[in-house]
């Protein structure tokens, strides 16, 4: 049986560098158009020499536009800036082919929260009310052979919502007073040369950066209002760390129920049981960045804390392949009809 | 002028290593002695080949013998583990020699606190009492030329505690309601063989440990409590990141005043008029720990978050140097009659 | 239809990790015995949390028995220390199961040489004289289902091998002046704790070890005196690099003849025509050893340098994949009829 | 007594910020000018938030000119690229201040050479006659207070050179079969914003480039002809190693005399008897990147290869230190009546 022909805009950072790899391993999907702006005319084998040899590697990057792409492909992914993606979603949509953004223009129901935080006004209000938010264990019966467009989650919202959303819907912890603290390798920042991510710059040192002010905040607090049924405002803390890939957030929340870790732990299981792809670790193990990496994986690791009668959720994703990449293709697979799973049975990379 | 004979007691790990690359450049202080159960015998140069042709390595380490030390030792810095530096301390103070126990075993000013969270019953209680906390910017006053004993700070405890103080004092933030995230280097895991900080193992990855049990946790409180004047509970998460020194902080605290960023950054930088260590950076300007490589800087970082009614203090210090080795030579400094600074003024290793 | 029953004998070390790893992505293989003295009795998940959900952290380890191994298992991959592997591997043939030694035991010909290199007599002489060197480009035409017995190459050999047996077979460079110089990630200094091996050590620094005296330095030279058809004697030089995986080496060759880089470039694609896993890259593009992360590739980059009359072959392997558990899986699909790049087709890992 | 006054022009790569460090702690000279055509008129603590609170802090970077330097400072250390550094040499020197130049214009005696190699012609012939090159164990003798203008050699130079001179010298390894395998830290790479040198493209990972074609190969070629007293032709081959600071090279000689090591340590060993910063490591002892590590040292450690009959050099040495900014103090010092170690009796910053 021919693949399903899938295009994807904007190959040159680390999503499109990790699409390319998740679809050379999808055995129903087949990329058959790569954009840039900038290397349209090369080979990909020439831009990415890791992919030489390999069938991939004869694809020419060309410019974006929308027509060549509907014309090839039955779904596209969008791994451009916000507020591009947006456009480009309508003009594909149109020409009929499906759209994954990989960009945060689709993630928030309301579009003043998004020019609030995102500074520009939303351009395309009718297909923000259409998009799917896109995190399969809250939202994937609703991703269908029926569904046009898909807001693929960011990177740091796909652990930290799925940590939290348990104790959440159940009124375990307080929805007015929780703390995400969270840690992210260096692919997070981005391919774009700069002084700041440069090896030196980053190596055997450590930063906080937009303390109070990164525009995950509101996603994530989108999200986690929908499972405590209530507003929630978050204290959320990224960070960047000397790795490639992952993220590690520690999650704070106040419990308002004297239950034990036991009780916590069965209450998550519970609540996962169907997910393949998150795994609530045993009680006593907490997650750590590697044994996720380059999977679908979100571990959780629980700690209740009778001192400061605070619940702890540790959760570990990659942030390339769970965060961004791994999850468009989850949901890309069930748009065309395919098994969720299917290309992402991946085992961690270790070491 | 002849420099002052010193000893170290446990020179096989990190902290050791430290101080012996802190008094190689200190102008004052002389190492005269350093013991090793292992490695007696071995010179210093031989076990250390960086200090291959440099005065320190023609020291041959020695069995750890109190007599020997004091002998030889107007001072004593013990690296040993709790628990072993109790004894050794009560013996070389016997025997009129000066100590500087780099442990936790006088940190604790009540032995039973000492006792639940160490897990062995105090032996030393007198001493305990004459013991001071060797934290300069709170009690470098009580460590004068009388000061037999000083019981060095913990390294997450440095750091956090010195964040948080001025905020607790003014009654900034609630007593109550703190988080303290916390992420560290490779060295603070120590230098024994381990699996589990193998390189491969530490490398690429993040891992949280001791969440809610940390040792650090009930000497972090007492002098969160102290600066309260009230008792502090805190929930306190320490982090392994790959990368060898430093440990970043991010601190979380409930506002009870309305106060501006200005007024509080005005509040931390009056509290540190005079300490030349702790850097209250610009409004907006967050540490990152490679700018307090290898010195005795502390670096806070200031956010007030209206959204959430947080205060947010990001702490950023050397775990070997400020957090243990060097801030065991301010104390000695001080107890020897020097100038506390004496061979501290040191500029940051970058990158 | 049912996958072949395979077992691990040595399933703490980074090679029995990876080949769990790869294990669990292979179609046709199944690993349903894994070994380990220390660890018995407790489940592959437990051991390994990064394998927590899926099928084989149910694997409960066992102590080694031959006997067990060969009832349960058509083959075993042997992951234990030279010395150690040739008496298993006698037992288990002897009992009817076929072996993939990954230890160095049966990888030299002549017994002679791995006693003066290894230090101890080789006593299992005949079965040293059935085992096929499995390195699948030179002999993977040996390796059929009458195999009982693989010699599975080091990690260093396996990627300098292959970037100079094209040279020597048609005498482009001299037999008699080579130089290797090979950088290894710290995945290949093994999982035994130790201080050297420590984050803290290896991190942020580079060191050279064993030069002139490192044990894959007669393999190299038996595989390219078969090439070369004359002696050969290499200087062979590891470096530990701060990195997990993979192995950078430069070998410098005399040139004998006034050959161009477009000549030799042609006369390398000739001679890897048909190996799917050897990669000459462009003229003018140079390997790196992320390109091949957790692959089977070898890619080699080819220098023709005029001013010094030699060719400059590079070559990156994954130590851990290609270098080990990769390559032994290679040849156990030969000997169970299965076709050799089963489970195997792997993207790079990147970044 | 105050300070002499030194300027620097470029101040935003790593030598120039390296150059900070190193002033910040020399107790003779005075940094009081520091040049950056894009951050004119930021003060330095802000440029480099690492200085905040020293006294650097407060100099304002200026654009660079000439006058203003000559009129500020007795000497100005430039640390900007080739081809530039010639012209602002000749401004300086004939406004009457003394330069050190840290970039190649003035390295190689032959202009033909340097036309060759950096693909512009020298355009300061009687300078170029003038100037002295700048490594101390071959030439700190020429550099006096007379001394007007040295050429800072370059970071790999500074330790191939002094590891092979001694054997040339002496002839024992033969001047037509010499290969220089070396790898470097990032920082070698340089600051500007670049995707090779990011985080990610860097860590985890390891590179050769250059091959045969590197700019420092006429540099190093020079010296050793010197030594060799007659032509010398080398492969010379750079890898980029993911680590900040630090050059270890590997150099293969091939012997002319039977020595045993004891032999050709001896010799060594006398070569560098008046040598403070070089040290031959004990028989048996190779070097590590990290125990030179922002210090002037030069580590030697010697092999002996019997069977190939080569000797082999490893050498190691800050890249930034001794391979940059430390020398160019070694030399400034000299040039203007200082002792020559006078601020760089630095310890190394282990781990």
């Known amino acids: 049986m021919a693949r399903i022909p899938v295009g994807l805009v904007g190959v040159t950072g680390y ?15 087949e990329l058959v158009q790569a954009t840039s702006r900038q290397h349209a005319g090369t080979p990909l084998g020439q831009l990415y020499p890791f992919l030489h040899g390999r069938p991939e590697a004869k694809i020419v990057v060309q410019s974006p536009d929308s027509a060549t792409l509907a014309a090839a492909c039955r779904l596209v992914f969008l791994a451009v800036p916000h507020g591009a993606a947006m456009e480009v979603s309508a003009q594909l949509l149109k020409a009929g082919t499906k759209v994954v953004d990989l ?43 029926a ?13 930290i919502i799925l940590g939290l959303v348990p104790a959440l819907r159940e009124g375990v912890i307080s929805s007015r007073d929780i703390v995400a603290d969270a840690k992210s390798g260096a692919s997070g920042a981005g391919r774009k040369p700069s002084t700041g991510t440069l090896y030196c710059e980053v190596s055997d040192t450590l930063r906080a950066y937009g303390l109070g002010t990164h525009r995950h905040t509101p996603e994530i ?18 960070h960047l760390v000397p790795m490639n890939r992952g993220i590690l957030a520690t999650s704070y929340g106040r419990m308002q129920q004297p239950l034990s870790l036991e009780e916590v732990h069965a209450l ?21 960045t590697r044994w996720v990496r380059g999977t679908m994986f979100c571990d ?18 990659d942030n390339l392949c769970r965060g961004a990449s791994g999850q468009a293709i989850a949901n890309a697979n069930r748009m065309l009809g395919l098994e969720p799973c299917t290309g992402l049975d991946l085992p961690p990379m270790m070491p």
């Not at 579009?111 to 520009?120: D, F, I, Q, R, S």
């Not at 569904?147 to 652990?159: F, H, I, Q």
């Open 103 to 145: 960009s945060a223009d689709f993630r928030l129901r309301d579009p003043e929260v998004y020019a609030k935080w995102y500074g520009l006004p939303h351009q395309q209000r009718a297909l923000l009310e259409e998009a799917v938010y896109g995190l399969p264990e809250l939202y994937g019966h609703k991703v269908t052979e």
């Open 15 to 29: 999503a499109g560098m990790e699409l390319v790899r998740l679809l050379a391993g999808h055995p129903d999907l």
């Open 268 to 288: 998550y299981t519970s609540c996962y049981a169907d997910a393949p792809w998150v795994r609530v670790l045993p009680e006593g193990t907490l997650p750590e």
């Open 300 to 317: 959780i690791g629980l700690v209740v804390d009778r001192r400061t009668d605070r619940l702890l959720v540790v959760t570990a994703v």
């Open 221 to 238: 607090e989108q999200e986690l209002a929908v499972a405590a049924d209530s507003p929630v405002t978050i204290s959320f803390s990224p």
């Open 147 to 159: 569904t046009r467009l898909v807001a693929n989650p960011g990177c740091y919202p796909s652990g």
